[in-house]
């Protein structure tokens, strides 16, 4: 949501819609989250004043290297360049207390982030931590090397569980920040069971992992939990909301100048783009008839006031809505 809460900045959320797959694996130009994204993320990161920079995404940073399997070219191993990128911008800025958190490959892994002067030993050299959340029912990795044959050949992977299901809760405070997993017994009735899998953390500034000895407790400070900001509202949507007109993408959000949306769209027809103020006014509206396929449009917001809006789309009988903030 971009807001710092505390010393923590849970601002930065990357989506790989903007991949470009046509070029070669070692392009430099290949591009996993589009200019107008990688732009928006690395000026956040550098001008952010939080303690802590978390950073949801969908593939794996961390690079994995086993000859057997080849490189999966959906994660960022399958776009050197632009990891490389990102990392010079954390070193060459000298951003700490970098946590990429990770889903999407249904398995759990706690990772440094190596640079090229990466020392496994020590963790020196590391740019930040990655945590990789199992999956709740979808099956995990058809990997059939063992977790050490695997660690052997990416001293930087610390943990590895590639068949349970579960979850991870990543408790955060000045001193660092802890992923906890948990697994569950099974998937196919509902239970509230589940145990301790692992712990591992990254201590302020170290930027490396360590291993944690047990799960965290929640601070009797904190016996109740305050309402998150803008609490979600439920909606109930037909199945012709999702099958007809989908939103894929929107970035950057925060946005200052701009913002970007990609959607889908089944139905050749008119298409409104409205922008809609937190009071429910309609600011600006955009109008145009289009075929059915995939759109990337780009739209100003640099003579919005700060604040929250909402952009909705609407399409013959179907609409969608997604919120935006405005902050500079």
Known sequence: NGRTIGSVQPGFHCSCYARN?????????????GSD????????LIKSTAQWKIIGQQ?????????????????????????????????DNEINNVV???GDIHTSWANDLP?????????????????????????????????????????????????????VLLDVNQQRAQADWFYVP??????????????????????????GTAASVPSSAYAAAPSPFMCAKNVNLSMSDFSR?????????????????QYNLEDVGQVEVQIIDNAGRLVKKYSSKKDSGVWTERYPTDNLVEGV???????????????????R
């Open 309 to 327: 809006y909402f952009v909705k789309i609407v399409s013959q009988n179907n609409s969608t809505t997604q919120k935006l903030l405005i902050k």
């Open 37 to 44: 994204q990688r732009v928006w993320m690395t000026d956040e």
């Open 115 to 167: 640079s090229k002067d990466y020392v496994f030993l020590t963790g020196a050299g590391s740019v930040g931590v990655e945590f990789v959340t199992p999956s709740v029912t979808a099956p995990g990795l058809p990997i059939s090397a063992g977790v050490e044959a695997i660690q052997a050949l990416n001293p930087h992977m610390k943990y590895i569980e590639l068949k349970q299901h579960g979850f």
């Open 21 to 33: 797959e046509s070029l070669a694996v070692e392009s430099s130009t290949r591009e996993l989250l």
């Open 245 to 261: 007109l989908k939103v894929l993408s929107l970035y950057p959000n925060p946005s200052s100048d701009f913002f970007s949306i």
């Open 59 to 91: 593939v794996m940073m961390a690079p994995f290297g086993a000859p057997q399997y080849g490189i999966n070219e959906d994660q960022w191993d399958g776009y050197p360049a632009e990891r490389e990128r990102f990392f010079k911008t954390v070193t």
């Open 100 to 102: 990429v958190l990770t």
């Open 186 to 211: 099974t998937i196919d009735a509902v239970s509230n069971v589940y145990s301790y899998g692992a712990s591992w953390l990254t201590k302020d500034k170290d930027n490396h992992l360590t291993k």
